[in-house]
């Protein structure tokens, strides 16, 4: 195999509202970023997975979110993402990861204690054989542990050098408030950043994590912008395509979830979609980008066009008024 070299095109093809400010900070990601969730774990194709990494890079994807416990099984996408790090100019990506999920048996090995993350962080270093990664989040919020004690993990993290930001994620608009100022009291490393679920499906961000996030100064980047596929043209027709995320029993989409009702609401979004030139996943991507408190979308891949096919969302003409009203009707008809 011939030595990767990475497109010298990579930042001069893209417009320059690609890279957008993470809310009060002074870093800024690419507008699609690239989670690492559950196609890079030891089941998947060592040679897609570089390929993937390798072409979202020449398209200006800088940004590679993992987690402890990726995978399937937990810790491989950390193994696999570290095999393909030595082709990448280090200084020019954001890599991230998080601790807050199940990762071994036992009272330490889940949910907030400084025990529990500074170990996971320690462990996740040693998988991806970095010596930092840039942001290292919390999870999920712990109801049986001080949101005090989990900040200071974050913040321990950043002052011994094994990470650049500190965020948090799945945590609610209150919690998210909280959080934010019990750091600012207490002096500890201001957060940057806020991972939460939000697609065309899921709007419930709107008003309770993006208001939060905005008042305490944090970017938020959305997991599951196309809704695990369902906001693809993968479920338009009436059968489940037997290489689809639905069809895979590790997968956290179940069959049961394409109703008849959500397809019927699929191919009105899709006729939507293409009037505007765009796919469904394009226009769904487009759709989260359109609220200027959104840093960026997360997307997943299987494969290398997957991923090219999604950069292409930022290529379109913003949505329209009438657009956007003909969105609304459908997701809330």
Same mark, same amino acid.
């Given at each position: 195999?011939?030595?990767?070299?990475?497109?010298?095109?990579?930042?001069?093809?893209?417009?320059?509202?690609?890279?957008?400010?993470?809310?009060?900070?002074?870093?800024?990601?690419?507008?699609?970023?690239?989670? @690492?969730?559950?196609?890079?774990?030891?089941?998947?194709?060592?040679?897609?997975?570089?390929?993937?990494?390798?072409?979202?890079?020449?398209?200006?994807?800088?940004?590679?979110?993992?987690?402890?416990?990726?995978?399937?099984?937990?810790?491989?996408?950390?193994?696999?993402?570290?095999?393909?790090?030595?082709?990448?100019?280090?200084?020019?990506?954001?890599?991230?990861?998080?601790?807050?999920?199940?990762?071994?048996?036992?009272?330490?090995?889940?949910?907030?204690?400084?025990?529990?993350?500074?170990?996971?962080?320690?462990?996740?270093?040693?998988?991806?054989?970095?010596?930092?990664?840039?942001?290292?989040?919390?999870?999920?919020?712990?109801?049986?542990?001080?949101?005090?004690?989990?900040?200071s993990a974050l913040d321990t993290a950043v002052r011994q050098g094994k990470a650049i930001y500190a965020g948090i994620s799945n945590y609610n608009g209150r919690q998210t408030a909280l959080a934010a100022e019990k750091a600012k009291i207490a002096g500890m490393t201001p957060l940057l950043i806020h991972q939460v679920h939000y697609n065309m499906l899921a709007r419930s961000p709107e008003t309770d994590v993006?208001?939060?996030?905005?008042?305490?100064?944090?970017?938020?980047?959305?997991?599951?912008?196309?809704?695990?596929?369902?906001?693809?043209?993968?479920?338009?027709?009436?059968?489940?395509?037997?290489?689809?995320?639905?069809?895979?029993?590790?997968?956290? @989409?179940?069959?049961?979830?394409?109703?008849?009702?959500?397809?019927?609401?699929?191919?009105?979004?899709?006729?939507?979609?293409?009037?505007?030139?765009?796919?469904?996943?394009?226009?769904?991507?487009?759709?989260?980008?359109?609220?200027?408190?959104?840093?960026?979308?997360?997307?997943?891949?299987?494969?290398?066009?997957?991923?090219?096919?999604?950069?292409?969302?930022?290529?379109?003409?913003?949505?329209?008024?009438?657009?956007?009203?003909?969105?609304?009707?459908?997701?809330?008809?």
């Open positions: 195999m011939a030595a990767y070299i990475p497109d010298l095109q990579r930042y001069t093809r893209r417009q320059p509202t690609w890279f957008r400010r993470c809310g009060r900070s002074g870093l800024k990601l690419p507008a699609v970023s690239l989670g @690492l969730w559950h196609n890079f774990g030891e089941s998947s194709d060592a040679d897609v997975a570089r390929r993937i990494i390798h072409t979202a890079f020449d398209h200006g994807i800088t940004h590679f979110d993992l987690a402890n416990n990726y995978g399937p099984p937990p810790g491989s996408a950390e193994s696999r993402f570290a095999d393909i790090l030595p082709d990448l100019p280090r200084d020019e990506i954001i890599v991230s990861t998080k601790a807050g999920y199940l990762m071994w048996p036992g009272p330490y090995g889940e949910w907030g204690s400084r025990k529990y993350m500074l170990a996971s962080l320690d462990q996740s270093l040693k998988r991806l054989k970095l010596d930092y990664v840039d942001i290292f989040y919390h999870h999920r919020p712990d109801p049986d542990t001080p949101v005090e004690e989990s900040l993006f208001p939060a996030a905005g008042d305490a100064g944090l970017g938020v980047i959305c997991f599951c912008p196309l809704a695990q596929g369902v906001l693809t043209d993968r479920y338009l027709g009436d059968d489940i395509p037997g290489d689809s995320r639905a069809a895979d029993p590790t997968s956290f @989409l179940k069959p049961d979830r394409i109703t008849p009702q959500l397809r019927a609401q699929a191919q009105k979004l899709n006729d939507i979609a293409r009037q505007r030139g765009q796919t469904l996943a394009q226009m769904a991507l487009t759709w989260v980008l359109r609220d200027p408190r959104v840093t960026s979308a997360l997307i997943g891949a299987s494969k290398p066009q997957q991923v090219l096919d999604n950069v292409k969302a930022l290529d379109a003409a913003p949505l329209g008024e009438d657009e956007l009203k003909a969105i609304e009707c459908v997701l809330t008809g």
